[in-house]
């Protein structure tokens, strides 16, 4: 599951966090990349807009390579 989250993370940041079951943390990277995607379409919150995107990307890739898998989890 870890290396489907990150590379649907790649694609698509959020849904990789969602995939590996962290809930809240993958629709907040959701949002916020959809805000960061609407400020990019003017020229003035691209400049703001860029800069969210990426680091919401960096983000959700993070979050989902450094979930703990159950069978560790139990040990």
Partial sequence: MKVLGILVNIFLPGVGTLIVGKVVQGIIQIVLAIFAIALGFTVFGA?????????????????????????????
């Fill in 47 to 75: 400049i703001i807009g860029i800069p969210i995107y990426l680091i919401v990307w960096i983000w959700a890739i993070v979050s989902a390579a450094t979930v703990v898998d159950r069978n560790q989890r139990n040990r």
